[in-house]
Structures are given as structure tokens and as C-alpha cells.
T-cell receptor, first 116, second 115 residues
Framework: GAVVSQHPSWVICKSGTSVKIECRSL??????MFWYRQFPKQSLMLMATSNEGSKATYEQGVEKDKFLINHASLTLSTLTVTSAHPEDSSFYIC????????????FGPGTRLLVL | AQTVTQSQPEMSVQEAETVTLSCTYD???????LFWYKQPPSRQMILVIRQEAYKQQNATENRFSVNFQKAAKSFSLKISDSQLGDTAMYFC????????????FGKGTKLSVKP
């Protein structure tokens, strides 16, 4: 079946540095990519939606200058956490979607970010 | 706006028994999709089952089946012959047709299968 990969799976960084997370759809073309963050024992919270070649649409309360999303191709989307702070520590998950019926959609395995 | 409610924060079941997780949703839409996702301790989101709202027949996937009641806006998940590997968080999700694929999640139910 189709797979979405994320890299890195785990990252520790110092406060003030930037971290880039890559999300790749390996055998399908993801026309839309979704980025979520998940705190322990909570549900997924949508951060932003991006279409290939277009600017991302951010959810209310999500700082677009802090969480930079790029969707340059149908198989790659990146999330960059700029000037990370301890409160940005979380689990970040991407989801790739082809079409609008939900038949072709897969989640990445997630990235654990710890900011010291 | 659509909402999804999972009223059972935690549930437990004995191995080999059957358990039902509840989910209700609120929408004024007629065309939509409903999903159950499983998130084991690895935190990988795994699709369990998908239901199109226009289909009256309940979806099934091996030991997993749903009871979809469109008028009542209810979408429960039944797990038969529970296995230890079923231990996970289960999320119910709603997707409006034509919404660019945005999923609305419930808060989740933590299921523990006991030996």
C-alpha cells in the first residue's frame, strides 16, 4: 500500500534554532498535504493545509511565520519550525491526500520534537 | 461547523471478547465520509474503516465493523474477537465531501485489551 514517510522521526534541538521536518508520499501523488500537531493524550490538531505549488492555509492561532510550510512537489512537503522554543515540543504528523474521497490518504509516522 | 464526539475517554475489554466504541457527529451536510483511525503506542495513525454516507450498508473490515445510523448521526465501531494488538487510541473522524479532504477528529477513546 501507499506510504508516507517523515524525516526525522525524532529530533532534539536547542531553543532558538530552526528544525525542518520532511514529509514524502512514496508511491502516490499527494495533491494536498496536512500538518498536525498532537500533545500527549490528546487528539490531532490541524495546523495547516497545503496544495502543491500554492501557499499553505493556516488554522486560526497558528503562526505562519513560525511554522513555515512548503509543498513544492506532489511528493514532498516540509514543515520548518523557526526559532523553536520549549512550548513547540510536540508530536508533528503529516497526512497526504490524493483526490477528495478519502480513498487515497495516508498519515506519516510522525516526528517527535523536543526543544531544550 | 461539524463536530465529532467520542463520549468514552477510556474502555477496556478482555481478550477474545467484543467491544463497541461510540461516536456521534453533528453536520448539516448530506455527502460526507466517516472514518475510524487507530493510533497504537507507536503513534502511527492507521485507517481501520471508512464509510461513505450515501451507502446504507455498514462497512466491515475483518474483525472491525461499524453501525452507521445516518439519521441519528451515529457511527460506532465494533471490534470482535479482541486481540492484544488492538490496544490503542481510536479516533473517529468526519470528512465533508468537497472539503479538500479536511478531517474533523473526535477526542479519542483509549482502548485496553486485557489478557
Amino acid at each position: 500500500g501507499a506510504v508516507v514517510s517523515q524525516h526525522p522521526s525524532w529530533v532534539i534541538c536547542k531553543s532558538g534554532t530552526s528544525v525542518k521536518i520532511e514529509c514524502r508520499s512514496l508511491d502516490f501523488q499527494a495533491t494536498t498535504m496536512f500538518w498536525y500537531r498532537q500533545f500527549p493524550k490528546q487528539s490531532l490538531m490541524l495546523m495547516a493545509t497545503s496544495n502543491e505549488g500554492s501557499k499553505a492555509t493556516y488554522e486560526q492561532g497558528v503562526e505562519k511565520d513560525k511554522f513555515l510550510i512548503n509543498h513544492a512537489s506532489l511528493t514532498l512537503s516540509t514543515l520548518t519550525v523557526t526559532s523553536a522554543h520549549p512550548e513547540d515540543s510536540s508530536f508533528y504528523i503529516c497526512r497526504g491526500l490524493a483526490g477528495e474521497t478519502g480513498e487515497t490518504q495516508y498519515f506519516g509516522p510522525g516526528t517527535r520534537l523536543l526543544v531544550l | 461547523a461539524q463536530t465529532v464526539t467520542q463520549s468514552q475517554p477510556e474502555m477496556s475489554v478482555q481478550e477474545a471478547e467484543t467491544v463497541t466504541l461510540s461516536c456521534t457527529y453533528d453536520t448539516s451536510e448530506n455527502n460526507y465520509y466517516l472514518f475510524w483511525y487507530k493510533q497504537p503506542p507507536s503513534r502511527q495513525m492507521i485507517l481501520v474503516i471508512r464509510q461513505e454516507a450515501y451507502k446504507q450498508q455498514n462497512a466491515t473490515e475483518n474483525r472491525f465493523s461499524v453501525n452507521f445510523q445516518k439519521a441519528a448521526k451515529s457511527f460506532s465501531l465494533k471490534i470482535s474477537d479482541s486481540q492484544l494488538g488492538d490496544t490503542a487510541m481510536y479516533f473517529c473522524a468526519f470528512m465533508k465531501w468537497g472539503s479538500q479532504g479536511n478531517l474533523i477528529f473526535g477526542k479519542g477513546t483509549k482502548l485496553s485489551v486485557k489478557p
